[in-house]
């Protein structure tokens, strides 16, 4: 071998290495990237308030109130845990929402009965055929749970 095959072979050497290097470092950012973005996204879905503490703060909104239903979801953004509070002598329901992770108070809103079926054909709408049966049954069960806590 000749000593410019050589140099060639060492510079195609190099080069490769170079390349295979650099695959490597961009491949591991990204991968910490995207690791960080799953963590931040689980770490957003876990409450800091709990059930029973978030339940307390809503109840303390509403006056002589009783828990209908009860559940974790995102609104705007904002995890939060939404109370449907009943309070005697109205038909009217109380939804309550609680930021899931500092416990302040994001929304009081009073629903009358018609608001109400509005919220719940809209929720079945976003459930797809069957859903509004569904989520009765799984906001009628959350109601139990609340009434034993």
Do not use: Y
Not at 99 to 118: D, F, I, L, Y
């Amino acid at each position: 071998m000749t000593s410019i095959e050589t140099q060639k072979t060492m510079k195609r050497s190099t080069l490769i290495g170079s390349l295979l290097a650099a695959c490597l470092l961009v491949g591991s950012g990204i991968g910490n990237a995207l690791a960080g973005e799953t963590a931040a996204k689980h770490s957003d879905a876990k409450p800091k308030i709990t059930k029973a503490e978030a339940k307390r703060i809503a109840l303390g909104k509403v006056p002589h109130g009783k828990v209908k239903s009860s559940e974790l979801e995102k609104e705007n953004g904002e995890l939060v845990w939404s109370f449907d509070l009943a309070t005697p002598d109205t038909k009217d329901i109380t939804e309550v929402l609680v930021n899931a992770k500092n416990g302040r108070v994001v929304s009081v809103q009073t629903e009358t009965p018609a608001e109400q079926a509005k919220e719940a054909q809209a929720d079945a709408g976003k459930q797809g055929k069957g859903g509004e049966k569904k989520a009765r049954k799984e906001k009628e069960a959350n109601a139990e749970k609340d009434e034993k806590d």
